[in-house]
């Protein structure tokens, strides 16, 4: 078992470029969560997913952000266009019932 | 806001001494998890804790849950300068959150 796999690891881009995180979930959990992390604001919920369907989007701070999961082997949250306040490590994650497994995350940095 | 709240933020101890966190939440819980996160890093889950059990151990982490006054805590025995990392409370219910966390130094 591979874990989460994230891509990618660190992304540097400039303001208005629109940006994508990717995220391989661990085959059969059914939930997948994206979390944004920053020294102000800690971990942030930007929404979650169950069996592929978006549940609660409550977290996610502007229209510029999106997020799909077309399979339940990947899903993406999109940028755009991206702030530099968007600066930030986002976290994929999956929950069974043992717990969350995180991914490495993507290290964020929009200049 | 946040679900889960921890104190202290932060905490500096002496390797071999005890380190004590706790985390603070406010509607009704399944499970509470503690979680480690060193810098840089994703988070590692350690322990769960159901809401029908009030203690667990493993290793030298020992949790508790008082739901009826919706806390917890995590107690990390005779600690190392490895432990040296930020923990994290995160609740799952109706909802999901994760606590602010305590950041922990051990001191070789």
């Known amino acids: 078992d591979a874990g989460v796999i994230q891509s990618p690891r660190h992304e540097v881009t400039e303001m208005g470029q629109e940006v994508t995180l990717r995220c391989k979930p661990i085959?059969?959990?059914?939930?997948l969560f994206w979390y944004r992390q920053t020294m102000m604001r800690g971990l942030e919920l930007l929404i979650y997913?169950?069996?592929?369907?978006?549940?609660?989007d409550s977290g996610m701070p502007e229209d510029r952000f999106s997020a799909k999961m077309p399979n339940a082997s990947f899903s993406t949250l999109k940028i755009q266009p991206s702030e530099p306040r968007d600066s930030a490590v986002y976290f994929c994650a999956t929950l069974r019932r043992s717990g969350y497994t995180f991914g490495s995350g993507t290290r964020l940095t929009v200049v | 806001s946040q679900q889960g709240e921890e104190d202290p933020q932060a905490l500096s101890i002496q390797e071999g001494e005890n380190a004590t966190m706790n985390c603070s939440y406010k509607t009704s819980i399944n499970n509470l998890q503690w979680y480690r996160q060193n810098s840089g890093r994703g988070l590692v889950h350690l322990i769960l804790i159901r809401s029908n059990e009030r203690e667990k151990h493993s290793g030298r982490l020992r949790v508790t849950l008082d739901t009826s006054k919706k806390s917890s805590s995590l107690l990390i025995t005779a600690s190392r300068a490895a432990d040296t990392a930020s923990y994290f409370c995160?609740?799952?219910?109706?909802?999901?959150?994760f606590g602010t966390g305590t950041s922990l130094t051990v001191i070789p």
């Open positions: 997913f169950n069996n592929n369907v978006p549940i609660d």
């Open positions: 085959s059969g959990h059914d939930y």
């Open positions: 995160a609740t799952e219910g109706n909802q999901f959150y």
